[in-house]
């Protein structure tokens, strides 16, 4: 079970902070992404981590966004600055298994909404 939490409303150039808190220990086989999805259009990818630590971005934001993981908390973290209008959607997050595709789970989201 995946729970995120950190959503909210937010002025553009503000931070935020989402988490994603797994309900065991899986983080050294299963690799873990944010992804998001606003209103008309398709889930994207917004970073991952992988269960060895390596880090992926969309170029979107690149340099705004990090993704980090704390294995004793069994969370997840996207630490979000510099946000922009278009940032806002709801964020999902992702735990794929690094072996077998088939282990896929997602949770239930959180909104974000950046606004003036």
């Known amino acids: 079970q995946l729970v995120e939490s950190g959503g909210g409303l937010v002025q553009p150039g503000g931070s935020l902070r989402l988490s994603c808190a797994a309900s065991r220990n899986i983080f050294s086989v299963f690799d873990m992404g944010w992804y998001r999805q606003a209103p008309g259009r398709e889930r994207e990818l917004v970073a991952e981590i992988s269960s060895g630590g390596r880090t992926n971005y969309a170029d979107s934001v690149q340099g705004r966004f990090t993704i980090s993981k704390d294995n004793a908390k069994n969370t997840v973290f996207l630490q979000m600055n510099s946000l922009k209008f278009e940032d806002t959607a709801v964020y999902f997050c992702?735990?794929?298994?690094?072996?077998?595709?088939?282990?896929?789970?997602w949770g239930q989201g959180t909104q974000v909404t950046v606004s003036s």
């Open positions: 992702r735990a794929n298994h690094a072996v077998v595709a088939t282990l896929d789970y």
